[in-house]
């Protein structure tokens, strides 16, 4: 099953996968060039910012040591003086805390106890010589704490210009480093070239005969993965993969419809059940391999042979009838479909059976006269459940088969015949999603138990997912 599709499928992504592999490496060695650039640019502007500063320190210090004698002994003067003053203020407090030391003797011998305030650390007193030859000292110290103090601001400009690269948009939080290790280790392709690396995928999807609709959902999903976040290149083929199998995953509409359990829990019967699609899907096996099912869930059924525009048609589901012991209503060819299936719900009411189901003529979708048929049939019988019944097969052709009666007389579920032979798989990927009704059963074979109930999973292991 799919194996088709299968294979393509897997050679497609291998190629995508490595083509943008191929881009990011591209990429990195561009990136590696513009960082460098970019370091060496920063680099160059600390070296000047540092040199600059220097000067602008080393001027200052020497305008103190060009300043005159005279001037710089003032300023000493004025310095001892401040101090004088601060002590007098601080003893002044002293006294006023502690009374006693008035009676201890003059203010010269309090100046000789060193006065710090409470918790302060001794500090000795410089002599005037010393602050004097020290101030080039001091200025050389600060130099050295101004470059000290430079140095987170010049590590941020560096941040700000590596930002200015063309590396891969990162949340702002993150560190310096693991930003440029993100860059590196990361991928993040441009739309331009996602869409042209993606057409040799989408060129497969499209042979294995995949609706444009869900080739258009896919590959806007992959974009999302590859063009908006960030991936790792390790990951490239798995995160493709993924993508798929997500995309296909959401393809299918919900899948909780249960037959059984709908059959049973309506109050009057009986269920009607109307099979339609065009000639040769596979409609009147599949409704005998449904109502095998039924028996064997102890559900009465009985047939209505509504396609009399074929003797043939007729003759062959009173074969089926015969051989599964079911009671089927048919009337001479080319009789009212309608009228045939009215019959067969008033006898189901009148002895007290499950279930009706109406195989209607095989036509075309395109043929509006027989079109009306159905239509009038679905509006006289008002069926329960509108079952469309088409070849896996004919990929393409049975989607827009299923999208065309739809919007005629509305279908609730889907079954796919012959999806045992059918190697692409693009209908059983595809109808769902465009029609927005669940498939409920796949058929895998001619013989009555060969109806398989459908699951996602049997489509996503299908196709190598």
Not at 160 to 187: D, H, M, N, Q, S
Not at 428 to 456: H, M, N, R, W
Request: net charge negative.
């Amino acid at each position: 099953m799919f194996k088709f599709l299968k294979e393509k499928l897997k050679k497609a992504v291998s190629r995508f996968s490595r083509k943008v592999e191929e881009e990011a490496e591209i990429k990195e060695e561009i990136r590696e060039e513009k960082v460098e650039e970019v370091k060496e640019e920063v680099k160059e502007e600390k070296i000047e910012e540092e040199k600059v500063l220097e000067e602008e320190v080393e001027e200052e210090i020497k305008k103190e040591e060009e300043k005159p004698v005279e001037e710089v002994l003032e300023e000493e003067i004025k310095e001892a003086e401040k101090e004088l003053e601060e002590e007098k203020v601080l003893e002044e407090e002293i006294k006023e805390e502690k009374p006693e030391v008035k009676k201890e003797g003059p203010i010269k011998e309090i100046k000789k106890e060193p006065l710090v305030a409470a918790g302060a650390e001794e500090k000795p007193k410089k002599s005037f010589f010393k602050r004097l030859f020290g101030k080039k000292e001091k200025k050389e110290e600060k130099v050295e704490e101004v470059k000290k103090e430079v140095k987170p601001e010049v590590k941020e400009e560096i941040k700000k210009e590596l930002e200015l690269a063309p590396v891969a948009e990162v949340p702002e939080k993150k560190g310096l480093f693991k930003r440029i290790k993100e860059t590196f280790t990361t991928i993040k392709l441009s739309e331009d070239k996602f869409e042209k690396l993606f057409w040799e995928l989408e060129v497969v999807l499209l042979e294995s005969n995949v609706a444009v609709e869900v080739i258009d959902k896919i590959k806007t999903d992959l974009k999302a993965e590859l063009t908006t976040g960030k991936v790792s290149r390790k990951g490239v083929y798995d995160l493709i993969e993924d993508s798929l199998r997500e995309s296909v995953e959401s393809l299918f509409m919900d899948q909780h419809f249960n037959l059984l359990e709908e059959i049973k829990k309506k109050k009057e019967k009986p269920y009607v059940i109307a099979f339609i699609g065009v000639n040769g899907s596979g409609k009147t096996t599949t409704m005998a391999k449904l109502a095998h099912m039924l028996l064997q869930n102890k559900l009465s059924v009985v047939f209505a042979a509504s396609d009399t525009f074929r003797a043939a048609a007729i003759q062959q589901l009173q074969e089926h009838a015969d051989k599964l012991g079911v009671k089927m209503i048919k009337h001479g060819y080319e009789s009212d479909p309608a009228a045939v299936a009215f019959d067969a719900v008033k006898h189901a009411k009148a002895k007290n059976i499950d279930v009706v189901m109406i195989d209607t003529a095989g036509r075309l979708h395109s043929n509006d006269n027989l079109m009306n048929e159905l239509k009038k049939l679905v509006r006289v019988n008002e069926p329960d459940l509108k079952v469309f019944v088409g070849e896996s097969i004919t990929g393409n052709d049975c989607i827009e088969q299923a999208k065309l009666f739809n919007e005629a007389v509305g279908i609730d579920v889907i079954i796919l015949a012959k999806a045992d032979v059918d190697e692409k798989g693009g209908a059983a990927v595809s109808v769902s999603y465009v029609t927005k009704k669940p498939i409920i059963y796949l058929g895998t074979g001619q013989k009555y138990d060969d109806l398989t109930e459908f699951k996602p999973e049997i489509i996503i292991k299908n196709i190598g997912l």
